[in-house]
């Protein structure tokens, strides 16, 4: 600082000093001793500091958020000590597990479908050259775009002018995906109908009424004899949810008429009652997107005599959207992906579907040790095989949280190369990744178990593994 303020007092004087000089020579003006000291001392002290003022308040300033910093700095420090005190004196939370049975999942990316676009992540596949986005130079930049979907959208109808390129792909991915399942919604719909005829008089009633049971060339009641046969017992299901996870960003822009025509869809091709199906939107913040997961996984398994189908679904191929970008960075890549899974918890069952898999999700887990000896995990081949079988939805390059999960792991010998990364195959297109990953652990092939793990829950440990023929009878037993 004292070089600074010295350097420019000297170059103000040395100003000053030619500048009043050629014009008292000029002017034939003679100085006394005051002018001297006034114009050649004081005038520089005062200029130079009326210069640099700003740059002492801004020293100032930036001195006393320093001292804020530390002293909050020391604050932080006491209470983690004083929160480390606390764990360690605390009695630990008892761990607690639930499952939930998936009954078809489907994914869709660049890399293909399902089991591709793992076997595509492991080669480390790259973003493709986009002649169709362009950055702020109007070159082509790199993207992960599907490109059956532009056929899709340019086969499919006219869409309305109120919604964006983005928010159409969205659509287009969202109804895939329904498509994905319709063996299965099917199934769902027709246990809906007759669930609602053992137990519920007044949906009977409306089943009766619905547009889809009446033929105008027979008597109703021999068209329901027919449709629906009277069985011993039907398993109660009361009702179809359709949870869609969206990226956040879209909160205040995605179109609420999408919801009506979903439903529409829904009650057109499966004949299902609009008083038997929920839906919900999802919009996930990328900071909190495993949490919300979580929750919304919880939450399922808690609801009895209901099945649940769960989108994810974001894309960015959208030159608008990319240009908003480009100022933040100028190599951003966007990128478009879906998955979906149809799931119910460990006690609902539909009639004629049988569940491919079970999801299980072990909370407040102290020890990676524990979890597998408690889920008899702890010997498992896998452990002892090349291939990778688990899904880290932290990013590799944060190298705390690398380290930080090898620590964990490979105490119970599951090595770094057992490790799949795929947060760099959505570019910056995040805010639902780590839901995407999560599911796309029903994918892998069926020697090897799944599973999945996340610094942002730390003590939360999750494994898939395949029905198993014994856990109907089980089912039915309860």
């Known amino acids: 600082m004292i070089k600074i303020i010295i350097g420019v007092f000297i170059t103000l004087a040395t100003i ?22 006034q114009y050649f001392l004081g005038l520089p002290v005062v200029l130079t500091f009326s210069i640099l003022s700003p740059y002492f308040i801004y020293k100032i300033m930036q001195k006393h958020k320093k001292s804020q910093l530390e002293n909050q700095d020391e604050v932080a420090n006491r209470q983690a000590i004083q929160v480390t005190e606390k ?18 999942s489907t994914a869709w990316h660049n890399f293909g ?63 895939h995906q329904i498509e994905q399942h319709s063996e299965v919604l099917f199934q769902v719909a027709n246990h809906l109908k007759q669930s609602a005829m053992h137990y519920d ?26 449709e629906l046969p009277i069985v011993d017992f039907v398993p109660r299901l009361n009702q179809l949810n359709l949870y869609i996870l969206l990226p956040e960003h879209l909160i205040h822009q995605w179109n609420e008429s999408t919801r009506e025509k979903i439903l529409d869809q829904f009650v057109e091709n499966y004949s299902i009652l609009p008083l038997q ?26 609801k009895s005599y209901e099945f649940n189908l769960i989108i994810s679904a974001d894309s960015e191929i959208d030159q608008e959207w990319v240009d908003e970008k480009n100022w ?39 020890h990676a040790t524990q979890f597998l000896q408690k889920n008899k995990l702890n010997q498992l081949a896998q452990f002892e095989q090349e291939d990778p079988f688990l899904f880290i939805l932290d990013d590799i390059t944060d190298i705390k949280k690398s380290k930080k999960v090898q620590q964990i792991f490979t ?10 990364y795929l947060k760099q195959n959505f570019g910056h297109t995040q805010q639902v990744a780590k839901i995407f990953t999560f599911m796309l652990g029903a994918h892998l092939p069926n020697d090897l178990m799944a599973m999945v793990y996340s610094t942002d829950q730390d003590s939360v440990y999750v494994y898939f593994e395949q029905y198993l023929a014994e856990n109907i009878n089980k089912n039915l037993l309860n």
């Open 277 to 302: 199906i929920s839906i919900e939107y999802y919009f996930i913040n990328q900071e909190q997107a495993y949490t919300t997961w979580l929750n919304l996984l919880e939450e399922i398994s808690k």
């Open 411 to 420: 105490e119970i010998k599951i090595e770094p190369h057992h490790f799949l």
């Open 113 to 175: 479908e399902n089991e591709e676009i793992i076997e595509k992540s492991k080669q480390f596949k790259s973003p493709e050259l986009d002649t169709h986005l362009c950055n702020t130079y109007g070159l082509p930049i790199l993207s992960f775009r599907i490109q059956k979907l532009d056929e899709l959208l340019a086969t499919g109808d006219e869409e309305d002018i109120r919604f964006t390129i983005r928010e159409k792909r969205i659509k287009q991915l969202i109804t």
């Open 328 to 366: 933040q960075s100028e190599a951003y890549i966007a990128a478009e992906f879906t998955s979906s899974w149809c799931i119910a918890n460990n006690s609902t069952e539909v009639i004629d579907l049988t569940p491919q898999q079970t999801v299980n999700i072990n909370i407040d887990e102290p």
């Open 201 to 226: 008089s007044e949906l009977a009633y409306q089943y009766r009424m619905h547009p889809a049971w009446l033929d105008l060339n027979q008597n109703n009641n021999e068209t329901i004899e027919e």
């Open 16 to 37: 000053i000093f030619i500048s009043i000089t050629f014009y008292w020579r000029d002017t034939f003006y003679n100085p006394t001793e005051k002018d001297i000291i």
């Open 87 to 104: 764990k360690e004196n605390r009695v630990p939370k008892n761990s607690q597990a639930f499952k939930l049975n998936i009954y078809s």
